[in-house]
Each structure stands twice: as structure tokens, then as C-alpha cells.
């Protein structure tokens, strides 16, 4: 089982479905005690009991932020994932015990913004939904797209539409387009029409996410912010070997071969490295890691879709190195 920085174990308090093939789960602490702070556009690792065994799933939280007493959850069935959201539909109900990890946050929202313009899309709308219960409370200004394929799957549309009332900073557009001659949210016009200083949220399946990243190419890094919840294809950089590389652990002074069809999280571990890690997949952020030495070749979606990709540090789980060596603070 993969590890986590920190487990907690939380009571399911409530199940609610939301919307067609959406539920949203109340957590709280057993014993009705705080649970530990977080802030808009977090998630929590929830490890999910399967017929297979144990998964870990990454869920983002859509409370508002200032509630310490509980966490929500929002969970989209999807039959042709890996088991986790159907076994969390069929199975999770009020009194079952979960084990989560602590909050983390790769998503964070800028809450000095002049405007924040939000886009999800199906169940991305929960980190959004936090979002904007956070600048609801702020008062700052903000306008959220939902795509959704048909009116059913609009999921919190009731809990939005409070956060906006006519006249506040606020705005929510709900976007059908999974019906016959509807037409999908021009991003490309969004961002070009928003006003001077906008920041851009996306949350979403893959195509939106790469359409974002076409829309937004012209937006500087720090205003453009997204978050996958599943993988996109890795990008491999154009000059990276396509072999093995060696990494040097400078801490435990210690050096490994990292083979070609080998990560290096996976070697690590292999090897007794204890390595915090989650969902292996590039998504979570949990294995970043310090390079001191060497160029990474970011193949995740956190830290590869940047214009100007950092060199000081990568997600071990999925990179790899663009060069000989790697010297990592391990």
C-alpha cells in the first residue's frame, strides 16, 4: 500500500447524492473533534477497500475551508476506472470508518486576484466549489463555468447558485453540451475577454485540460492555474535519452541505476529509500522532490505543463532525467 505523510481516521457522517452518478460524502473525526485545517483547492488521500484489495484515491475537498469539523468530498461514478468511486457508490455508507491522509494542496487559489474565473468540468467542479465559497466569503470577484453533459449531472447547482445571488461579486454559468446541437464554452474567448490581471482555474477531464492549456498559452504561469484528475499521456522532452540514467541520493550518500522501463519511485523503494508517496501517477504531488544536480524531465501534469518548468525540483513517481545523472536531496 502506498504511503502518506500523515493518516487520519474519519467517520462517514452523511452520503448525499448530488447529481446522476455523483455523491458527495460527509467526513467527520470519530470522536466529533477538529479535524485539520485546510484551504480552497485542497485534497485528501481516502484509501478505498476494493475486491482486488486496497486502492488510494485522491479526492479534492468542497466545504468551505473555515469548517474544521468536517470534510466533504464529491465522488463521480465511473465504471470504467480502476474500482475506487464504484466501490466508494456502492458500499460507503454513514457509520463506515475511513482511513484519509491529511490535507495537501497543489491548486491553490489566489484569494489577492482581481478576478478569478473558474472552469470545471463534470466532477471538477469540486475544488472549484470550495473556491467559491472562499471568495464568496472574501467578496472578491469571480465568475464559474460548469460544463456538464446533460442538466442531471449539474452537480451542487443548488449550494452555486446561493454562493451568486443577483447584484454580488459573484457569478455561476452552468454549460450543457452533451446535447444534440449544443455548443461547448469557448475557451479561447474566455480567456481573451476576461478582464486585465485574471486568474484562470481548471478542473477537468483531459481534452478540457489540454484545450485550457492552448486557451491559457499566452496567460503567465502565475495566473493560470489547473488540476488533473487522471493522467494525461507523459510528454517525454525531445532530448531526453531514452535509456537509463543514474541517481545520486546526496543526504544518504547513496547512488542507483534507473532502468528504462523502471521509475524512479519504484527503484527507490526497491532499494529500502523510504520515499513519501500516493497515487503514482503525477497528480498528487506527494513525491515531489529536491534535484540539487541534473536536469528533470518532467512527465507529470503539475510541474510539465508550466511555460518554464522548474529544475529544482520534480515528482519522482513519473519523470525521469534529461541527462546521465540526477542528484536528488534524499
Known amino acids: 500500500m502506498a504511503a502518506t505523510s500523515h493518516w487520519l481516521s474519519v467517520r462517514v457522517h452523511a452520503v448525499r ?3 446522476l452518478d455523483v455523491q458527495s460524502f460527509d467526513l467527520r473525526a470519530p470522536d ?3 479535524l ?5 483547492g485542497s485534497h485528501v488521500d481516502v484509501e478505498v477497500s476494493t475486491a482486488t484489495g486496497p486502492l488510494l484515491r485522491q479526492y479534492s475537498l468542497c466545504n468551505d475551508p473555515a469548517e474544521r469539523h468536517r470534510y466533504v468530498i464529491g465522488v463521480g461514478r465511473d465504471a470504467a476506472s480502476r474500482g475506487g468511486s464504484v466501490a466508494l457508490h ?4 454513514a457509520g463506515a470508518i475511513l482511513r484519509i491522509g491529511a490535507p495537501r494542496n497543489n491548486f491553490a487559489l489566489d484569494e489577492a486576484a482581481p478576478h478569478s474565473v473558474l472552469v470545471a468540468g463534470g466532477i471538477g467542479i469540486t475544488p472549484m466549489l470550495a473556491m467559491a465559497r472562499r471568495l464568496a466569503l472574501l467578496g472578491r470577484p469571480w465568475t464559474l463555468y460548469h460544463c456538464v453533459r446533460s442538466p442531471c449531472r449539474a452537480a451542487f447547482a443548488e449550494e452555486l447558485q446561493a454562493l451568486a445571488p443577483p447584484g454580488g461579486p459573484g457569478r455561476v454559468v452552468t454549460v450543457v453540451d452533451g446535447l444534440p446541437g449544443a455548443v461547448r464554452l469557448d475557451l479561447a474567448a474566455l480567456v481573451r475577454e476576461a478582464s486585465h490581471g485574471a486568474h484562470f482555474y481548471c478542473c477537468g477531464p ?3 485540460l489540454e484545450a485550457f492549456g492552448r486557451a491559457t498559452a499566452g496567460v503567465g504561469d502565475a495566473r493560470v492555474h489547473v488540476e488533473w484528475f487522471s493522467a494525461p499521456a507523459p510528454a517525454a522532452t525531445a532530448d531526453a535519452p531514452a535509456g537509463s540514467f543514474s541517481v545520486q541520493l546526496k543526504r544518504k550518500n547513496r547512488r542507483f541505476d534507473i532502468p528504462a522501463d523502471q521509475s524512479i519511485l519504484q527503484v527507490l523503494l526497491d532499494g529500502g529509500i523510504d520515499v513519501d508517496h500516493s497515487c503514482r501517477e503525477g497528480l498528487c504531488g506527494t513525491c515531489e522532490t529536491r534535484v540539487l544536480a541534473g536536469m528533470p524531465d518532467h512527465r507529470d501534469p503539475i510541474l510539465a505543463g508550466r511555460k ?19 542528484v536528488l536531496d534524499l
Not at 456502492?90 to 455508507?93: A, E
Open 308 to 326: 518554464d518548468p522548474p529544475q529544482d525540483r520534480m515528482l519522482v513517481c513519473v519523470s525521469r532525467c534529461a541527462g546521465p545523472e540526477l
Open 17 to 19: 447524492a448530488e447529481a
Open 32 to 34: 466529533g473533534g477538529a
Open 206 to 208: 483531459v481534452p478540457m
Open 36 to 40: 485539520p485545517a485546510f484551504t480552497a
Open 90 to 93: 456502492d458500499q460507503l455508507r
